[in-house]
């Protein structure tokens, strides 16, 4: 089938940046949206930022000018670049994608979640 891994989340002071990486790899014939979504504890999981093929973007309010979702699609890779973190975006950070498995047939598909902490 298929499967997205997210790489690069850790722990990072207040003000300090962060870039998460989210590979497709398996049956892909394309990706159309990609994007990251995130789920701090005691809340509801929630966009952070997605893409669409063609590169168009839409982020959440609370991370606009902040962070900056791209992606390669020879790689079928997707990144977050995440700068001025802040305390409130400790969570764990989800990869998402819509992968077309054939010309007709998609999957939504989640990675496994990296956690970001933001210390004050």
């Known amino acids: 089938q298929v499967q997205l891994v997210e790489s690069g989340g850790g722990l990072v002071q207040a003000g300090g940046s962060l870039r998460l990486s989210c590979a497709a790899s398996g049956r892909i014939f394309s990706i159309n949206r990609m994007g990251w979504y995130r789920q701090a504890p005691g809340k509801q999981r929630e966009l952070v930022a997605r893409i669409t093929s063609g590169g168009s973007t839409n982020y959440a309010d609370s991370v606009k000018g902040r962070f900056t979702i791209s992606r390669d699609n020879a790689k079928n890779t997707v990144y977050l670049q995440m700068n001025n973190l802040k305390p409130e975006d400790t969570a764990v950070y989800f990869c998402?994608?819509?992968?077309?498995?054939?010309?007709?047939?998609?999957?939504?598909?989640w990675g496994q979640g990296t956690l970001v902490t933001v210390s004050s």
């Open positions: 998402n994608a819509e992968v077309f498995t054939t010309p007709t047939d998609y999957l939504e598909v």
